[in-house]
C-alpha cells in the first residue's frame, strides 16, 4: 500500500512526541523534579533518556566532566599570610609545546646576580590563538597550568589574558578538577619525601 | 609495528630497465621512475600489476637538494600493501612532470593541489589551475623558500615565546601590519583581478547547438560558497540547459587553512591537535590517522589496552559521524530538521563520551604516539556499554523506521545513479561511495591498521550505486560499527595506555611514512617524511573528502540540478578536511 | 523622567492604573523586540558552524532565544554569526553578505579563528579575526565555543542589545544605510581597498 512507509516514520514522530509528556508523567508520580535540577539534567543525558532533550541553560547547567578543557589558568597557592605563590618557575616548556605559540613568558632575572629565578614576570596566553588542546597542562612538570572548566567568557573586545587573569587559586583547582588534584598532590608529596629521604642518607 | 617491505612482489627495475630505479634512501621504500618513462610505468603498474587504485599524488620540495619530487601511492582494489612510485625533476622552474589523468583520472584535482601549492606543472592535464588558493597569488606557498607575511621561523618552537617573551602581535612584526605580503612597487590600484575567468574559460567547452546549428543559451549557476546545502564553503560552478546540468567545476579553497605549511612548521607532537580540525566531524579518526603514520616511521608498538580504546573511539565517531550524514542528507532533500535533529540526539551522547575521554567534545586531541592521552576515566566504559549495547542499536532501527520505506523518500532516492563501480575505481574514491557502487573495499580489511584484523565484521556493499544504495550503506556501516564495539568492549583488557614515556619532543627517525586509514569519508592518509630532526619535512595529508569530489562533475553531468544537491550530499565531503 | 528611572522597579504605577497598563521606555520595548528575535545568517564556515548547529538542535535549542530562524539569504537576518576560520579567499564574499544584510545587524565572532586568527593566525590564507574588516559585536573565545558557551555568547549580546538607545543607534542616523565596507580584492595577497595607498607606499618601499 502506497503511504505505509510515511504511516510509519510518522508513528516514530508521534512516539517521539508523546514520549515528553508520558516522561513527564513518569517523574510527576515519582514526585520528581524534572527541570531546573541536576538529576533532571542527569537523566536526560542518560542512555534512557524520552522526550525533551533540551538542558535549558542558562538556568541549568550540563555537567561539566572533569576532563573538560576551555581556556588555560594558572595556579597559585595560597600561604598563610594570603600570599600567592604561583606554581610556575617559568621553565617555559608549555610555551614550547604550545602548538599555535599561544604563550609568551619573561623569566625574572635577579636583579642582583643576573641569574634566572623559577618565577615568571610576565605571562600572556592570547585566547584569540588558543586552540585548547590542553598540551601545556599535559606537560607541565610543575602542576603550575591547568585547563580551566569556565567556559561562558564572552566579551565585547580581543582576549589577551595576562597573568592577573590567569592565575587562579589552588582551591578552585580542585574544585574544578578533584581527582586529578588530589592525585598530584599525592605525587608531589611523595617526591618531596623521597627528596628529604635522599638529602638525610647523604647527610 | 612491522613494516613489510612494499614492493616485494613488483619488479618495476626489470620492467623498465634503465628508466626505473629502487629508493634506497634509508627509510624510504618504491621506485624511482624516469620522468619520460612515468606514463608507461603507470600504465604498466596499472595494467599489468594490477594497482588500479590511486589513493594519493602530492609533491616534496627537497629544497637543499635543489629537487623536486612527485610521489604517487598505488593500491590494488583487492587488497594487500601498496606501491609507490616517485618522480624526482631538477627544481628549476619551469618544474614539468608529465600528468598521469588518462592513466588514473583521480590525479585530477591533486595534480592540480601539487601544482597550486608547489608550482609543479604537469604537462597534459587539461584544466591545470590553481584550485586552493586564487589565481593571481604570489608564489606557490609550500615550497620551502617561501615564507608567509607572518613568517616568523622555520620550526616550531619560536624563540620569541619564551624566556623573553614580551608578548607581540604577528601584526606588529609585519611592514603592513597584517598578515599580507606584496612584492615590491606593488601598485594596487593598477590591479586587474584576473577573478574567475580561467574558471568561466574551462567551462566554455559545455555548449549546446541546437539542430539547426545555433548556439542555444545556456546559464551558469554559481552554488556557494554560501549555501546552505553545499555542506560548509563549497562552491559548484554549475552549466545548465534548463534543469539540466550540463557542465560543473567544483572550487574549493576557501577554507584553506594551511595544513600542511603549518604542520611542516610544527613538531610531531603540534600536529595532532592540528588533525583534530580537519575533518571536524571525527576528530577521533584524524588522531588515529596521523597517529599510525607517526608510529609507522617511529617503528613503536602501541599499547594494548590503547589499542582497543582506540578502535572503540574511531567506530563511536564513524557512528555519529553516519547518523548525521543521514540526517544531513535528508536535510538536503528538504525534509527539514526532523530526522537531523534525532541525529543530532545520539551525536550528543557519543559526544559526551568524547568530553568525558578526551576533555573536548569535538577536537578531541587524544591519541598519543604509542597510546593514548589517559585512560577511560571512572565510570565511561559502562557508558560506552550502556550506549553500544542499548540506545544505538534501538536507535538505528527507529531511524530505519523512520526513513527507509518512507515512499517519498524512497522515489526522490532510488534508480539516481551516483557512479558506477569502474568508474569510482578509476576516480579513486574511497569510502562508502565506493561500497555503495558494489567495490567491498574497506581498509580496516584491505590493508588492516591498529587491531581491526583481530574483529569480526563484514565490509558493507551494495550493489546498484544510486542515492538510495548510498543511503542505506550508512545505516549498513553504523550496525557493522555497533558489531565491532561489542567485541572491543567484551575483550578490551586492563594495563597501561602508552608503550612510550610521555615526552613532548619525540625521536623519529628519517623516512618516509604513508599512514592509511578507513575513516567515515574514505580513505584518510598522512604522508610523512622526516629527516630526523624534530619536525616533519614534509607533512601531507590526504583526505577522503577531496579525493572524492574529483568526480563530482562526472558524476553529476546529465541530471538534475535538484538531485545534484543531494548528489554532492552523499558524497559526504567536509571542508575543513577538503581545503585543509 | 529618565529612562534609567522608568527601569528601575520601583517606579509606582497609581492605584487605579494597576493591571491595567504597563508602563515602559520606547527603547526598553523596542530593545526587547529586537534582542527576541535575532535572527542569525545560515552560514557556517569551518569546525565553529558544527557547534552552531549543536547549539540549535534539540539539547541546547536556541528557540529559546529567539534565535533559531537561521535565513539562508542576508536580507532577512540580522545577526552575522562568523563561525570558523575567516581565509582570505573568503573575505569578500564574507564583506558581500555583510553588506547586504539590512540594519540593525550584529557580528559575533565565534571562536578563536574569527576572533583573532586561532590557531591558524601564521597561515598565508588566513585573515587574522574578523573584525579587521567587519565591526565585531561580541567576540566568544574558545576552540570551538561549546554550545553553551555560544549560548552564553548569545546572552551577551543581548545585553548589548538591550543597553543601546533609539537616540544614538547607527541605523536612524542620517545617510547611516549607504555606508558599505569595500568589499577586498583578491590580488598577490589580499588587497583592502581603504588601505591602497598605504600598500603601494609600504609596498614601494621594500626590498626586493
Known sequence: ?203 | MTTTPLTSTVDLVARFPGFVTADTRPGFTGFIVDKNKLVEAATAIRDEFGYDLLTAVTGVDYFPENKMEVVYHAYKITGGPGLVFKVQVPRTDPVEVPSLIQVYAGADLQEREAWDLLGIKFTGHPDLRRILMWEGFEGHPLRKDWQEPFYEEDFKPFKSRWPDGKIEMAEDKNPYKDNLKFPQNFDPEKWIPEGDALLYGSLAKYTITDEHGLKSDRIVVNMGPQHPSTHGVFRAAIVLEGETVLGLKPVVGYLHRNHDKIGERNTYLQNMPYTDRLDYFNSMSNNFGYAVAVEKLMNIKVAERAEYIRVIMAELSRIQNHLVFVGMLLNDLGAMYTPALYAFEERELILDIFEAAAGSRMMCNYFRFGGVVRDLPEGVLQKIKDLVLERLPAKTDEMERFLSENEVLVSRLQGIKVINAEDAIKFSMTGPVLRAAGVPYDIRRADPYGIYDRFDFDVAVRQHGDLMDNYLIRIDEIRQSLRILEQAIKQIPEGPINSQKPQYQVRVPAGEAYGRIESPKGELAYYLISNGKPNPWRYHVRPASFVNITALEKISLGTKIADFVALLGVLDIVMGELDR | ?208
Open chain 3, 1 to 208: 523622567m529618565d529612562n534609567e528611572k522608568l527601569n528601575l522597579p520601583g517606579y509606582e504605577i497609581p492605584e487605579d492604573l494597576e493591571h491595567a497598563v504597563a508602563i515602559t521606555t520606547l527603547d526598553r520595548i523596542y530593545n526587547w523586540g529586537q534582542r527576541s528575535s535575532v535572527w542569525p545568517l545560515m552560514f557556517g564556515l569551518a569546525c565553529c558552524a558544527i557547534e552552531m548547529i549543536a547549539a540549535q538542535a534539540a539539547r541546547y535549542d536556541m528557540a529559546r532565544f529567539g534565535m533559531e530562524v537561521m535565513r539562508p539569504t542576508p536580507r532577512q537576518a540580522d545577526m552575522m554569526l562568523v563561525s570558523g576560520t575567516v581565509t582570505k579567499k573568503m573575505i569578500p564574499a564574507i564583506v558581500r553578505l555583510y553588506n547586504q544584510m539590512p540594519e540593525p545587524k550584529y557580528v559575533v565572532a565565534m571562536g578563536a579563528c574569527a576572533s583573532g586568527g586561532g590557531p591558524f593566525k601564521e597561515g598565508y590564507n588566513v585573515v587574522a579575526g574578523v573584525d579587521k574588516f567587519l565591526p565585531v559585536d561580541v567576540y566568544i573565545p574558545g576552540c570551538p565555543p561549546t554550545p553553551q558557551a555560544l549560548i552564553a555568547g548569545m546572552i551577551k549580546l543581548q545585553e548589548k542589545i538591550d543597553k543601546q538607545s533609539l537616540k544614538t543607534v547607527r541605523w536612524y542616523k542620517k545617510g547611516a544605510d549607504t555606508v558599505e565596507i569595500p568589499v577586498p580584492i583578491l590580488g598577490p595577497d589580499l588587497i583592502d581597498p581603504r588601505r591602497n595607498a598605504e600598500i603601494k607606499s609600504i609596498a614601494a618601499a621594500q626590498k626586493g
Open chain 1, 1 to 203: 500500500m502506497y503511504g505505509k512507509g510515511i504511516l510509519k516514520g510518522l508513528s516514530v514522530t508521534w512516539g517521539r512526541f508523546w514520549a515528553t509528556y508520558t516522561e513527564d508523567l513518569a517523574w510527576l508520580v515519582r514526585g520528581k523534579k524534572r527541570y531546573f535540577n541536576q538529576d533532571g539534567v542527569k537523566a536526560r543525558a542518560g542512555k534512557d533518556t524520552r522526550g525533551i532533550f533540551t538542558v535549558q541553560y542558562p538556568e541549568e547547567h550540563l555537567t561539566i566532566p572533569e576532563e573538560f578543557r576551555y581556556i588555560p589558568f594558572l595556579v597559585y597557592d595560597e600561604t598563610a599570610e594570603e600570599k600567592k605563590e604561583v606554581r610556575c618557575t617559568s621553565c617555559g616548556i608549555c610555551a614550547k609545546v604550545c602548538p599555535p605559540q599561544c604563550i609568551w613568558i619573561v623569566r625574572t632575572n635577579d636583579p642582583v646576580t643576573g641569574r634566572p629565578v623559577p618565577v615568571p614576570a610576565e605571562f600572556y596566553i592570547d585566547a584569540d590563538i588558543c586552540m585548547n588542546c590542553g598540551l601545556c597542562a599535559e606537560y607541565c612538570p610543575f602542576d603550575a597550568i591547568k585547563m580551566d572548566h569556565d567556559f561562558a567568557i564572552a566579551s565585547y573586545e580581543r582576549n589577551v589574558y595576562n597573568m592577573e587573569k590567569l592565575l587562579k587559586p589552588a582551591s578552585y583547582y580542585a574544585n574544578i578538577r578533584p581527582l586529578n588534584a588530589t592525585r598530584e598532590d599525592e605525587a608531589r608529596k611523595a617526591k618531596e619525601a623521597a627528596k628529604a629521604a635522599k638529602a638525610e642518607a647523604a647527610s
